[in-house]
Each structure stands twice: as C-alpha cells, then as structure tokens.
C-alpha cells in the first residue's frame, strides 16, 4: 500500500508510547495535506496466534464496506505492534472507532469464548 513505512514508523510510537492500551484509533497529519486516522493494536491475544489477523482482516473488510480506505498497513520494528492507516478526507473519527471497536468486541468475545468452551 501506498502509506505502509508511515504506518509501520507510527506503529514504533504506538508501541513505544501506548503499549498498554493495547489499542486504539489515533489521528495523525497525511503527508499530502489534511489527517488519516491510525488504528493500532498491541494486544497478542497470546492463546490465540489467529485472531489478530482475524480481526485485522474484518476491520479492512468492514471498513472497506462502510466506503473507507486502508491505505498504509505495517509493524512496528519487533512486529508486535501494528498500525492500519484510513484515508480520513471524509471520514468522521467516531464512525471509524465504532466500526473498529465493534469488530475488536466480536473477535474478543469469540476467542474468550472458544477457549473458556475447550
């Protein structure tokens, strides 16, 4: 993608900064004027090596449905942390969180689920 060194070099803040919120949505300045929106995730899901991507592949899909772009994915330099950059020229911050945070609740549910069931 077009943005993926920005995203991987605010993935390093993310882990370097927020590595305890394990994640979130973040707004940061697109280099050719106006903002894109970092959605980055710290959490492992430790007992589930498949979730995260999961996850990270419903919120593109997601997202891509709702008329939004993903145009910068990357990790940080350990690949812990990983950042989704959205084009946000018209993109409300609220609306992109909800659509994000509605996933991550699904997927979370889902695998504590699964795992509590085993």
């Known amino acids: 993608m077009q943005y993926d060194s920005l995203a991987s070099e605010i993935a390093n803040v993310c882990h370097d900064e927020l590595f305890e919120n394990r994640r979130g949505v973040t707004?940061?300045?697109?280099?050719?004027?106006?903002w894109l929106l970092a959605y980055y995730?710290?959490?492992?899901?430790?007992?589930?090596d498949?979730?995260?991507p999961r996850?990270?592949?419903?919120?593109i899909a997601r997202l891509d449905q709702a008329g939004y772009r993903v145009i910068g994915r990357g990790l940080c330099d350990d690949s812990y942390t990983e950042v989704l950059l959205i084009d946000s020229e018209e993109i409300l911050i609220d609306d992109a969180s909800t659509i994000i945070c509605s996933i991550?609740?699904?997927e979370a549910a889902k695998t504590f689920g699964e795992l509590s069931a085993a």
Request: glycine share 12%; with cysteine.
């Open 55 to 59: 996850e990270t592949e419903r919120i």
């Open 50 to 52: 498949c979730a995260r």
């Open 27 to 34: 707004e940061t300045s697109h280099p050719g004027g106006g």
């Open 41 to 48: 995730n710290n959490n492992p899901y430790a007992k589930d």
């Open 104 to 106: 991550v609740d699904q």
